[in-house]
């Protein structure tokens, strides 16, 4: 039986109840998924500063998976924070959901866009398709200007859907990447609205961490992702002393 641990990296538990929903559903019925959002974080992340705040919490939750015999674990959220530090301390795979949409939607035609939130995210968005090696393949980052907790919202869910329309033909791409995990629950939506493969990242994601595991592939501990060194950690982060 193979655990999945989904971590929302933000706090709002509808969001969290959703992508709990889109996992499942894309899992194998003999893969156990568990959704967490942490303790203390940002309710939300669209900005350098939430996501760097986000990621304590999204630690803990990893530190916590290990106790509890996780096998891997997804990063919900299109920032992918935390990701590497992550890698460090999981014996299993971590996948973020922008590098699983990114790596799925190169792997089914040759250029992407992606539609994202506000449009402060867009920079992070391009620094991802580059940190991926897929900044070629990258057509377009294109943003709705709608929060993420806005996302809940049928207008803002329809302005999404017709964005994603637009970028396609914009861009003349292949594929389509959803840019954030608030987006997952309307996948289908959109995919009737275009006429290209939508890649929504927490099912890729889900999908991919499962594989890895069946192929007994786990993050290399070699070098760069090697356990941190145990060190002192103080102040509010004392508990982090690995
Ligand atoms: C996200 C996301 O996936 N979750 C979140 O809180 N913010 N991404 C985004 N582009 O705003």
């Known amino acids: 039986m193979t655990h999945i641990k989904v971590i929302n990296p933000n706090t709002a538990l509808a969001m969290t109840d959703a992508i709990g929903r889109c996992a499942r559903a894309v899992a194998s019925p003999s893969t156990t998924v568990t959704t967490v959002s942490p303790s203390m974080g940002p309710e939300s992340i669209e900005s350098h500063y939430d996501e760097a705040l986000a990621v304590p ?33 999981a014996t299993g795979p971590v996948l ?41 393949a990258c057509r377009g980052v294109h943003a709705s200007d709608i929060p993420v907790l806005d996302l809940e919202r049928p207008s803002a869910r329809a302005a999404v859907i017709r964005l ?3 970028a396609v033909e914009r861009d003349g791409s292949d594929a389509l990447v959803l840019g954030c995990a608030g987006m997952a629950d309307f996948c289908a939506e959109v995919s009737r609205a275009t006429s290209v493969p939508v890649i929504d990242g927490v099912s890729a994601a889900t999908r991919f961490a499962e594989s890895l595991v069946a192929l007994g592939l786990r993050t290399s501990a070699r070098g760069e992702y090697a356990p941190p060194r145990p060190k002192r950690y103080s102040g509010l982060l004392r508990d982090f002393t690995y």
């Open 57 to 89: 919490g999204v630690l803990a939750e990893v530190a916590a998976g290990e106790r509890e015999g996780v096998d891997a674990y997804v990063i919900a959220c299109f920032g992918d924070p935390g990701l590497d530090a992550a890698r460090e301390l």
């Open 96 to 136: 973020g959901i922008a590098e699983a949409a990114m790596h799925a939607a190169t792997m089914l035609g040759r250029g992407f866009s992606v539609v994202t939130t506000l449009s402060r995210t867009v920079g992070r968005a391009w620094d991802l398709a580059h940190r991926y090696g897929f900044a070629t």
């Open 164 to 166: 994603c329309a637009e």
